[in-house]
């Protein structure tokens, strides 16, 4: 049973991670071209002032954003081109973590019966709420 | 001109190809997890000595197993699993907003906690922070007059 286990997990894991890479290098790809473009700055300039508030620099929207329509793993393939410090990819980690996927995830709850709209405005909320708890006390005890 | 694509187009190949071999390096222990985890219902056995947490939820006990596969393994499974158990033996509806609570919160930890892991985050932040960020607020959700009303009817 074991090594029956060991294998499916195996075959299952190669199989996802080809189902990724062809969501990961669009996106990635998409990135690229945006940090040589001038929207760079642009969205930089934009976000600085309410990024701060999460103790994050403005480019630190985009893991955000991205994780936000797609899934925990575009939010990495973008955060492995930025120069982030661990305490401020533990607070990227933790907004995407309680809002991502959102237009899926939507769907599976009211799939389950919860209502659509409820369900992601409460995600946004509680993802804002632990985005500035962690990204302060990221800095009170600099993890 | 080429020579300005050229090292965009190099990023791009080298750099997806690179993230998704980080990924395989989380994929394949999660899987194998996962699979195990199943093999031996050891997500069972564990809601089965969790049972005292579901007082403190406002839960019924049944409802515990499929909050802890979600937890645990993924939402996907856990909203499979909760519809599963919901045909067999019906859930009340409080427990269905509070299990939803719970898991929009906190949910694949394993995934998740090996994902940003390798990415460089704080893992105890994101996986017991998380878990316990998620009790708190459905300790409070189940004591909220709206949900609490809901008593124990079923959908």
Redesign the interface.
């Known amino acids: 049973m074991l090594v029956a286990a060991v294998k499916t997990g195996f075959i299952k894991a190669i199989k996802t991670a080809f189902m990724l890479l062809k969501i990961v290098l669009p996106i990635y790809a998409l990135v690229v071209i945006f940090r040589y473009s001038p929207g760079m700055a642009l969205l930089q300039d934009l976000f600085s002032p309410a990024m701060k508030l999460f103790n994050l620099p403005g480019d630190a929207i985009i893991p955000i954003i991205t994780g936000f329509f797609t899934d925990e793993y575009g939010t990495i393939a973008v955060l492995s081109q930025l120069n982030l410090t661990a305490a401020q990819i533990t607070t990227v980690a933790m907004i995407v973590l309680v809002a991502h996927s959102v237009p899926v995830e939507a769907a599976i709850a009211q799939k389950v019966g919860l209502n659509f709209v409820k369900f992601t405005t409460l995600r946004l909320v509680m993802a804002i709420l632990i985005g500035l708890l962690i990204g302060w006390m990221g800095v009170l005890l600099s993890w | 001109m080429v020579e300005m694509i050229q090292p965009?187009l190099k990023?791009?190949l080298f750099?997806?190809?690179?993230?998704?071999f980080?990924?395989?390096k989380v994929?394949?222990p999660?899987?194998?997890?996962?699979?195990?985890l199943?093999?031996?219902n050891l997500v069972e056995k564990l809601a089965d000595k969790l049972k005292f947490l579901s007082g403190a939820l406002r839960m019924e006990k049944q409802s515990l197993f499929p909050l802890l596969i979600g937890v645990v393994m993924g939402?996907?499974y856990g909203?499979g699993t909760?519809?599963e158990i919901n045909d067999k033996t019906p859930i009340p509806?409080k427990d269905?907003?509070l299990i939803?609570?719970f898991l929009?919160?906190?949910h694949g930890i394993i995934?998740?906690t090996l994902?940003?892991g390798?990415?460089?985050?704080?893992i105890?932040?994101?996986s017991l922070?998380?878990l316990v960020?998620a009790f708190i607020?459905t300790f409070i959700a189940a004591r909220l007059p709206v949900i609490a009303r809901m008593g124990k009817e079923t959908?």
């Not at chain 2, 999660?30 to 195990?36: D, G, S, T, V």
């Not at chain 2, 390798?118 to 704080?122: E, K, L, M, P, Q």
């Open positions: 965009i990023e791009i750099g997806s190809i690179g993230i998704t980080s990924f395989l994929l394949i999660l899987m194998i997890m996962i699979e195990i199943m093999a031996y939402l996907t909203a909760l519809i509806k269905f907003v939803g609570t929009f919160i906190c995934e998740t994902l940003f390798v990415a460089g985050a704080n105890w932040v994101i922070g998380r960020f607020i959908l």
